[in-house]
Structure formats: structure tokens, C-alpha cells
């Protein structure tokens, strides 16, 4: 009596947990799916970042340029008077010269792209684009309020290691199942099918992804763990960082340098020396102070493991001021870290990574519409409106999210250079077009019920075409000129969204043709009997 009973009990946890945590999950998946590509995406937004790789990469990806020159010249003269600036040099996913610098009392950085070679400052579009606003979404939702975002993520990462375990146990054909899909079955059978085909294909990728995402944000999950350590000392939280990370800081001096800065070339070298590898990151704290220093980071492209390793120089002296190399126990967390962030340069592993957040995101859709078809006539009979509730989210959570997403795309294509409105500077904008297409689509799909589904889908296809169209009309770069171009990661965006195109135009049209949106097939077999 014990295991049907304790299956029993876990078939009940994993239905519940999926109905009430789904929502949040599929939004997660979808964003971090997209953040595997999200320096393809940045370029795709940022039509003057459509440059050609200046020399073949180096093995980690990094673009083998120099600092010294009109590179440092304009990042000086961009960052003169702010507290820091930092550069990023220029990789075959990003073949330009990444500049932010933040002004005394700012909030954000200022962000700018230099040519390679010649440090000239490429034209500026005023994007979040997939770095900054794709990927955040991912990891906070961007609720920042007392750290919202990362405690709901966080809730989410917890619930969907307990729908893998409890999904285990209450299938004992779960292998079985692998081999099993019919998709010519009734909605319930079918999406039960893809469901468990998705489940058990990715599993490995679906545990992993969820157990990293947690430890990734320890420090905002477990804010008191420094002080077990470094609790005797006066600041413990700033101790971690510094023994974990690396973190070095120097007061300014509020006196001008009087010598000439040192060679960021040089330091880099030396940093790399130190490495055993390339660095990626040059950052100067206090520009032109007595106290300036140059920060140097390794390069995380050529290992799984994201090194913390850096380097501190005084900014005109070359002194050595602080040296990081990871510890044992810091590697371990760098490496699951690594292992979700997917930094390392294989293309292979990039587009399985891809492949298994589509499968979870399939997961998470096929969860819900078994749950809907298997409810649908009985919560009719008596009355209850759970489905709708229920249907309602999903339609928003899955095509919703899909044509919010789209929209965002083609808001990016559409709004002018110096677009301003409503208090929102023109990215302000871009995000704002995406919220309001996502709750569009709840409000559409709480009036429309089930049909919902076959409209958003056709929306969907519509926002892709469109998303395409609207790059070729504002840039010039169509798929002919792309892929001749060897603009891959342009040419791979609009393919993507005409493959998405496709698959949205199919369901539209599968939906229409079985005389009713989805749900309605599936209800006339089961009370007929054939459920």
C-alpha cells in the first residue's frame, strides 16, 4: 500500500506545482532559451554591431586586437569624469569594442561599440536588446524591488526540481514512454506523449539547469553564509567578496595623476601571464586620479569553468595591487555557474543548450493542455471555472509570451534613433511595447476562451513575418545579403523567426481546420468516449 499510495501522493505534488508555478516557468525557460544566443540577439538589435570579424578568433573566441591607440583614446575620452569605465574587447559572437562608463551619482552605464581599429564610436542604438533585457528577465523578471525577481526565480528553480523528481516517480514506464507519440491521438493523449517525450529527453539538462540556476544567486538565497566564515571580522559581506571574488577597491584620491598612465596592452599581458590564458575585460576605476588602478579579467571562453581570476595595477605606476586566482572550492561554484551560463566557445554544445530550454519550454506547454483537456468537461458539468482560469495563463504564458517577445523585436526595428515618449527614453520603450502585447494577450485570451489559442498563434506568425520584413526595410539585410556576408548570427535571428513563423502559421491553421481552437476537438472525443 505504501508505493501506490506514496505515487499517489507525488502525482498530486506534480500536477499542483505545475499548475500553480507553470505560468513563471515557461517565462523563465522561454527568456533563458533565448540567452544562449543573446549576443546573436544584440546584433541583430544593434544594426551597426554588424561587423565582420577583423581576424579569425582565438580558441577561447576573444578577436586578437590592440588597446593602445584610438581604442583607449576614445574609452578615455568617453569615461573622463566618471568613477570607473571598462572595456570589453571584441569576440566572434561580438566583433566590436564594448565602452560603459558610469558617471559620479548614475545609477546605470552608459554604453557605446567602437570599431576594432579604428576606436571610432559606431552609431548608438538605445537598446536593452538581448544582454540587457532578455537575459535579466531570465535571472530577476526585472522586479528589483527588495530583490522580487531573484526570490521568485528562485521559488521557480526549487519547484522545478521537485516536478523532475516527483515526475520520476509517478512514471514507471517513464523509458518506456520515451518511445511513445502519437500525435494523431486526441489533445489529451498527444500532449501527454509530447510531455513525457520532452521530459525524459532533457531530463539531465532540466535538472541541471534548475540546481545551477540556485547556486548561482547563493549570496541572495543564503545572505547570512559570510558570516559563518568572516563573521569576526568588521565587514563580513565585503571579506567574502574579496576572498571568493577577488573584489579589490582603492579610495580615489581626489588629486590628480602626475604622470602618464600605463600601457592597458601591457597590463593585459601581464594579466594573461598570470592567467595562463586571454582576458576579456579591462576596467579603470578613478580615471585620471592619483589613485586610478586598472582592473584585468580572464577571458571565460575557453573553459567551462568561469574563472574568477583578476589582476589590479596601479594605473601609472603598472604596480601590482591585488592578484585573484580561483580557489578550489570557488572553481566548484564557477564550474556549475559556467555549466548554465554556457560562456564557453562550442557551437555544438550552444545549440544542445538551445535545443533542451525548446524542450523545456515544450514540457511546460504539454503539462498544461493534458491538465486543461483531462479537466475541461468535468469542471463544465459542474460548473467551476478553473479551466478558464487556468487556460487564460497558458495562452498568455506560451503564444502570449511568444508575440510579446516578437513585438519587442519589431518595436526595436520600428522606433527612430531618438524616439521618446511618454516619460521613456526610446529602450524604455522597446520594453514597454513588450509588456503591453503580454497583457494584451491575457485580457485577449480571458475573453476569447479557448479560441485564444488559434488567434495568438496567427499573431504570433504575423509578429515574426513582420519582426523579419521590418530588419530587411530599416537595414538593408536581408538573408541573401547575410548569409553571402558570412553574418551568421543576423542571417540565424531571422531564420529563427521564420521557422517560428512557420510552426505559428501551422497551429493556426491545424486549429482552424479541427472545426475550433484547441480544446474543443479534444473535449467532442472524450465524451464520446475515446479518451
Given at each position: 500500500m505504501y508505493q501506490p499510495t506514496f505515487r499517489k501522493s507525488m502525482a498530486w505534488l506534480h500536477t499542483w506545482a505545475g499548475v500553480v508555478i507553470g505560468s513563471l516557468l515557461f517565462a523563465i525557460f522561454w527568456m533563458g532559451t533565448l540567452s544562449v544566443f543573446d549576443r546573436e540577439i544584440d546584433r541583430w538589435m544593434n544594426p551597426a554591431a554588424r561587423l565582420t570579424p577583423i581576424a579569425a578568433p582565438l580558441p577561447s573566441g576573444e578577436l586578437p586586437i590592440r588597446l593602445d591607440g584610438p581604442v583607449a583614446e576614445t574609452a578615455a575620452r568617453l569615461g573622463a569624469g566618471s568613477t570607473q569605465y571598462f572595456i570589453r574587447l571584441p569576440t566572434d559572437r561580438m566583433p566590436v569594442v564594448e565602452v560603459r562608463w558610469r558617471s559620479p551619482g548614475a545609477e546605470t552605464f552608459e554604453r557605446r561599440y567602437l570599431h576594432p581599429v579604428s576606436g571610432a564610436v559606431l552609431p548608438h542604438t538605445d537598446t536593452l536588446a538581448g544582454t540587457g533585457f532578455i537575459f535579466p528577465f531570465h535571472?530577476?523578471?526585472?522586479?528589483?524591488?527588495?530583490?522580487?525577481?531573484?526570490?521568485?526565480?528562485?521559488?521557480?528553480?526549487?519547484?522545478?526540481?521537485?516536478?523532475?523528481?516527483?515526475?520520476?516517480?509517478?512514471h514507471r514506464k517513464i523509458f518506456a514512454d520515451f518511445f511513445l507519440f502519437r500525435p494523431r491521438k486526441h489533445l489529451q493523449r498527444a500532449s501527454l506523449d509530447a510531455h513525457n517525450l520532452s521530459g525524459v529527453l532533457a531530463l539531465p539538462f532540466h535538472f541541471l539547469i534548475a540546481l545551477s540556476g540556485l547556486v548561482i544567486f547563493m549570496n541572495i538565497y543564503w545572505p547570512t553564509a559570510p558570516w559563518g566564515a568572516f563573521g569576526q571580522q568588521a565587514k563580513p559581506k565585503e571579506a567574502f567578496q574579496a576572498e571568493a571574488y577577488g573584489s579589490f577597491r582603492r579610495p580615489k584620491a581626489n588629486v590628480p595623476a602626475t604622470q602618464p598612465a600605463v600601457s592597458l596592452d601591457e597590463l593585459r599581458a601581464r594579466a594573461e601571464q598570470h592567467f595562463g590564458g586571454p582576458a576579456h575585460f579591462v576596467r579603470v576605476w578613478h580615471p585620471g586620479d592619483a589613485n586610478a588602478h586598472v582592473e584585468v579579467r580572464r577571458s571565460a571562453g575557453d573553459r567551462v569553468t568561469m574563472l574568477v581570476d583578476n589582476v589590479h595595477f596601479d594605473a601609472t605606476t603598472g604596480a601590482e595591487l591585488s592578484v585573484k586566482q580561483t580557489s578550489p572550492v570557488m572553481a566548484v561554484q564557477?564550474?556549475?555557474?559556467?555549466?548554465?551560463?554556457?560562456?564557453?566557445?562550442?557551437?555544438?554544445?550552444?545549440?544542445?543548450?538551445?535545443?533542451?530550454?525548446?524542450?523545456?519550454c515544450v514540457l511546460i506547454a504539454t503539462g498544461f493542455l493534458f491538465w486543461l483537456e483531462a479537466r475541461?468537461?468535468?469542471?463544465?458539468?459542474?460548473?467551476?471555472?478553473?479551466?478558464?482560469?487556468?487556460?487564460?495563463?497558458?495562452v498568455a504564458s506560451v503564444p502570449g509570451m511568444l508575440a510579446a517577445t516578437c513585438a519587442f523585436f519589431c518595436a526595436n526595428r520600428l522606433l527612430p534613433l531618438e524616439a521618446s515618449a511618454f516619460g521613456l527614453q526610446r529602450q524604455g520603450l522597446e520594453m514597454l511595447a513588450f509588456y503591453a502585447v503580454w497583457l494584451a494577450t491575457l485580457l485577449h485570451a480571458a475573453f476569447r476562451d479557448r479560441a485564444a489559442w488559434r488567434d495568438q498563434s496567427a499573431l504570433v506568425a504575423a509578429l515574426a513575418v513582420a519582426?523579419?520584413?521590418?530588419?530587411?526595410?530599416?537595414?538593408?539585410?536581408?538573408?541573401?545579403?547575410?548569409?553571402?556576408?558570412?553574418?551568421?548570427?543576423?542571417?540565424?535571428?531571422?531564420?529563427l523567426l521564420m521557422v517560428l513563423a512557420a510552426g505559428a502559421t501551422r497551429t493556426a491553421f491545424h486549429l482552424r481546420q479541427s472545426a475550433g481552437p484547441v480544446g474543443v476537438y479534444g473535449a467532442r472525443r472524450i465524451e464520446a468516449g475515446h479518451a
Open positions: 535571472y530577476n523578471l526585472h522586479l528589483k524591488w527588495m530583490d522580487l525577481g531573484y526570490w521568485l526565480v528562485g521559488i521557480a528553480g526549487m519547484a522545478m526540481l521537485l516536478l523532475v523528481v516527483s515526475g520520476v516517480v509517478i564557477r564550474f556549475i555557474s559556467g555549466m548554465h551560463f554556457v560562456q564557453f566557445r562550442h557551437w555544438t554544445l550552444r545549440w544542445l543548450y538551445f535545443a533542451a530550454g525548446l524542450a523545456g475541461r468537461a468535468s469542471h463544465a458539468k459542474r460548473g467551476l471555472a478553473g479551466v478558464r482560469v487556468v487556460e487564460a495563463l497558458t519582426a523579419v520584413l521590418l530588419n530587411w526595410a530599416t537595414t538593408g539585410d536581408h538573408l541573401g545579403r547575410t548569409i553571402g556576408d558570412g553574418l551568421w548570427s543576423v542571417a540565424g535571428m531571422d531564420l
